[in-house]
């Protein structure tokens, strides 16, 4: 723990100047304070009992109690406003300095999660994350500045007042001082139980995190279905857990704060009932045992305080531990010491004995060779779980192979920076991501510097110029909202197209781009599609058999492997798995296109046996 904690203070060292004033003006505070003790002890003994007309001389000066009585009241006064303005200047270098600590931690942490593979984000949920990002951030942000700017002024005021209290009465100290064990006895028994609860609440708040933030994203789904209640429920269970987890925070926090003020009351009542009896035996004077009494409070109070705060470290360094989660987590993907620029490449991409798994327990790929060359359109079929998408995964490095290698222009990626090799490769998805902004800005997120003739022409080319400025209040500057929400499928289909085009890529990687749209939708994205594969190398992902008839080179995947590779008719006529998901498929459409026109005009059922011709199959 000693180790990560002075690894957090070290967020603060790039403002130790301002630490230091910070830290000056903690002592120059705590010293106007333990003024007011002295203060008091004076009046009490020498101002007081002349009832204001007796002359009294203190460091070398002689006024009536009246005039001392005016005196000391300026004093207070200006030592209050002075305290005020240090105060004031010590509280806002430490949020200064804690909102910068905040501000570089998010830095680095958004950062970090840039640089870090797709199989981080998917060990650790999305609620995981921005907790991390949010509470425990704050938490360690506080810790280099408050927290520790309250230790060292309760520190400082402890060893001052332990100084001043053996000054003072050195056996009236030792004897105040019986009770100190106690706190750290009182701290030992409770503060595991806190731990325990602190770090089950922040483990519970990053679950709900998720949750909260799933049933947000997914509120059309949660109307569709009326889960309404069910979602509240849900919620409702997560947030009764952290309720009980805050109770029981709650509870033993306050039954060690509690014990810790019976100790100082009980050392208090101690010296008062000794302080009192030396006071009549004539060892101390009234206004000494009063300041004595005021000087154990400043030991007490930080003491208490100390205990307290070494909880919020405890919480802190809990807190931590999760941000360090995110900051230490090894890339297995990254560039290698010695990788170069890829150079503008033609496109050939070729996998050799290529192996590959999620975990090691289970392979996904198993020795995958093929050669994909340039311009050529590749489509990746077979059935869920068959590798399509790991391989398409494997080409942009979003993963590296257990074994084998991927090589573009036999060039290994792994040889290669990871921002020149994906500069060259564009995807467009079944599910495209748009960002809150507007559709020039999601547009030019494939091409930060493209200029506005640029956007327009890639708009022209997938389609998607007419409905801009047609249907879109403000053209090319209308917002999407969250994730796209105020377009259509076809829509973002057709910006995601757009933005790929813009990218001027290579390589192209197609998965499942038109397979959740209407047919009118298909086919102006199928149109634009075509312009952006012309002349690039094309790895299609797809079910649907009948959208990849035109490609050059068709793999089928079946548990990781190729089973079969070639064109569309030469696979059909090779009669093997294939054409069995072919025909499969083509039937199924026969009878969906049956049902539509309805029983009368269904046509017949082919005869037990018969078999469809290649040539009299539709496409072919």
Known sequence: MTDR????????????????????????????????????????????????????????????GTQWLWALFGLLVCIYVLRGLLGYAQTYLVRWVGQRVIFDIRNQIYGRLQELPLRFYEQRGTGQIMSRMTGDVDAVGSLVTTSSADLVTNLVIAIASVGILLHMHWKLALISFLVLPLFALNYRTFIAHIRHHYRNLRRKWAELYGEIHESIAGAQVVKAFGQEKYEARTLFRGLRDTYGFNIRLAQYSTMMGSLGNLLAATGTAIILLYGGLAVFRGEMSTGEIVAFYSYLAYLYSPIIALTNMNDVINRAMISADRVYDILDAKSTVQDAPNAQPLPRVEGRVGFDHVTFGYDAEKVVLHEVSFVAEPGQMVALVGPSGSGKTTIANLIPRFYDPAQGHVLIDNHDIRKVTLKSLRNQIGVVLQENVLFSGSIRDNLRYGKQDATDQEIVAAAIAANAHQFIVEEMPEGYDTEVGERGLRLSGGQKQRIAIARAILRDPRILILDEATSSLDSEAEAQIQEALERLMKGRTTFVIAHRLSTIMKADRILVLEDGAIVETGNHAELLARGGRYAEMYHKQFRTEELQRAWRRGPSEAEPEPEPGAEAEVGSIPGV
């Open 5 to 64: 904690f002075f690894r957090t203070l070290a967020y603060g060292r790039p403002y130790w100047f301002r630490l230091l004033v910070g830290l000056i003006l903690v002592i120059m505070l705590t010293g106007t304070g333990l003024i007011f003790p002295q203060v008091i002890r004076f009046l009490i003994d020498e101002v007081l009992p002349g009832r204001g007309a007796d002359r009294v001389e203190k460091l070398g000066i002689v006024l009536t």
